[in-house]
């Protein structure tokens, strides 16, 4: 499945950025405990939204750390399947997170990929995500280490 191809065809349309939200969120069900809304998204970055609410908040009225973490993981992870050709593959292998200031607000994530990757060869690339809130705080900021591999041979069938 092209990834950016289905996000292009709906982004303008009504409704549209919140379908293909929705669409990740149900292949990855986890991430819809923090109602992630895709902005924008290309082959270098990407930026995803979260409402502040109730349910992702801790015992001092803050989102959690683990919601920014959820975000952090969305968008980079979004990312990474954009950037990567069809002839390699991606998996999360660790990711380093630094909290910054109190999360009070709604959220807005942004996905930056290195620009020069050699998708011939395994390795690890690092995708940071920054977080800031409504008034531009940086509250938030994550360094994904995702572990990049030409996809195998496919067997011929017998």
């Not at 109602?35 to 959690?64: C, Q, Y």
């Not at 060869?121 to 995500?129: H, I, K």
């Amino acid at each position: 499945m092209d990834v950016l191809k289905m996000y292009r065809s709906l982004a303008n349309k009504p409704g549209g950025k919140w379908l293909f939200s929705r669409a990740v969120a149900e292949k990855a069900p986890y991430f819809k405990t923090i109602r992630p809304r895709l902005e924008s998204l290309d082959e270098s970055r990407a930026v995803v939204r979260i409402p502040k609410r109730r349910a992702i908040t801790n015992h001092i009225g803050t989102v959690h750390a683990i919601a920014m973490c959820n975000l952090a993981e969305f968008a980079g992870g979004l990312l990474t399947e954009v950037a990567c050709p069809s002839s390699a593959r991606w998996i999360p292998k660790g990711m380093t997170v630094e909290y910054i200031a109190k999360a009070e607000t709604d959220l807005i994530g942004t996905a930056s990929f290195p620009p020069a990757v050699d998708w011939a060869q395994a390795q690890e690339v690092p995708v940071p995500v920054e977080v800031h809130d409504t008034h531009g705080t940086l509250v938030f900021r994550a360094e994904i280490r995702m572990y990049c591999s030409p996809k195998p041979a496919r067997k011929a069938a017998a």
